[in-house]
């Protein structure tokens, strides 16, 4: 799968080289093979992982004219990036077959992204990516203060590394449209929230498998040191590390 620097013209053959090979899953229904429905899981998500890649590259002739996309676009094809980027780093992992627990905190944040996205292109509302934009800039507004304060205590004098952080703050803000003065420095989450977005895409069910138990692997909660970092002796009650990896999806053994 090619993984262009620069957006290229959408003609047929460009498409393509940007497509993984189709997977053949014909007998598929049939088959009880573990290891070969993982073979062709494991193929599935190249190839899905390569649409997604693809996607983010589309310019209609709106954007075409313009030499690129407007703000809104440019936040729902920045999430079809940042998909496609993860997606391949599972796929890098999942090819050794036993990275499961990393695989997981990955694959929330990869859900996280594309019901945000879902939920952008659905509400079709300015308001929502105003809040996602201006929402997301309260740790730098904290960091501006934190840093302002540092200078008011030296008198004015500004180490090289926060002159660094401020021009990091300053770009960021400028690109966004949004003075970090004005930024809250802290926010509820844009839209309501996951749980909010999710029920608003009639599918707040999800919420605990999407958001809530992959959200273990991301913290380090009890429940990921106990499933997957800890052994536990149940006749001592007593524990010892667990350094080996869990089985997941994975890539044929001959790859």
């Given at each position: 799968?090619?993984y262009?620097e620069?957006m290229?013209?959408?003609?047929?053959?460009?498409?393509?080289?940007?497509?993984?090979?189709?997977?053949?899953?014909?007998?598929?229904?049939?088959e009880?093979?573990?290891e070969?429905?993982?073979?062709?899981?494991?193929?599935?998500?190249?190839?899905?992982m390569?649409?997604?890649?693809?996607?983010a590259h589309?310019?209609?002739?709106?954007?075409?004219?313009?030499?690129?996309?407007?703000?809104?676009?440019?936040?729902?094809a920045?999430?079809l990036v940042?998909?496609?980027k993860?997606?391949?780093?599972?796929?890098?992992l999942?090819?050794?077959?036993?990275r499961?627990?990393?695989?997981?905190?990955?694959?929330?944040?990869?859900?996280e992204?594309?019901?945000?996205?879902?939920?952008l292109?659905?509400?079709?509302?300015d308001?929502?990516?105003?809040?996602?934009?201006?929402?997301?800039?309260?740790?730098?507004?904290?960091?501006?203060?934190?840093?302002?304060?540092n200078?008011?205590a030296?008198n004015?004098?500004v180490?090289?590394i926060e002159?660094?952080?401020?021009?990091s703050?300053?770009?960021?803000?400028?690109?966004?449209g949004?003075?970090?003065?004005?930024?809250?420095?802290?926010?509820?989450?844009w839209?309501?929230?996951?749980r909010?977005?999710?029920k608003?895409?009639?599918?707040?069910?999800?919420?605990?498998?999407?958001?809530r138990?992959?959200?273990?692997a991301?913290h380090?909660t009890?429940v990921?040191?106990?499933?997957?970092h800890?052994e536990h002796?149940?006749?001592?009650?007593?524990?010892?590390?667990?350094?080996?990896f869990?089985?997941?999806?994975?890539?044929?053994?001959?790859?």
């Amino acid at each position: 799968m090619m993984y262009p620097e620069e957006m290229t013209e959408g003609t047929p053959e460009a498409l393509e080289k940007m497509l993984s090979p189709r997977v053949d899953t014909s007998g598929i229904a049939g088959e009880i093979d573990e290891e070969k429905l993982n073979v062709i899981v494991f193929e599935l998500y190249k190839e899905a992982m390569s649409v997604v890649n693809l996607a983010a590259h589309i310019l209609d002739e709106a954007s075409t004219a313009r030499g690129g996309w407007n703000r809104n676009q440019a936040i729902c094809a920045g999430l079809l990036v940042r998909i496609s980027k993860f997606m391949l780093v599972v796929v890098q992992l999942s090819a050794k077959g036993d990275r499961a627990e990393v695989v997981s905190a990955l694959n929330r944040s990869i859900m996280e992204s594309a019901i945000n996205l879902e939920f952008l292109i659905r509400a079709s509302d300015d308001k929502y990516f105003d809040q996602f934009v201006e929402f997301s800039l309260g740790p730098e507004r904290e960091l501006y203060d934190l840093i302002q304060a540092n200078v008011a205590a030296r008198n004015g004098e500004v180490l090289p590394i926060e002159r660094r952080m401020l021009e990091s703050i300053g770009d960021v803000c400028c690109a966004s449209g949004v003075k970090i003065e004005d930024a809250a420095r802290r926010h509820g989450d844009w839209g309501g929230g996951l749980r909010s977005r999710l029920k608003a895409l009639n599918r707040e069910e999800q919420y605990v498998s999407m958001q809530r138990i992959p959200s273990h692997a991301v913290h380090g909660t009890w429940v990921d040191l106990y499933k997957n970092h800890l052994e536990h002796n149940v006749e001592t009650d007593t524990y010892s590390p667990e350094p080996r990896f869990s089985p997941g999806m994975h890539a044929s053994s001959d790859r």
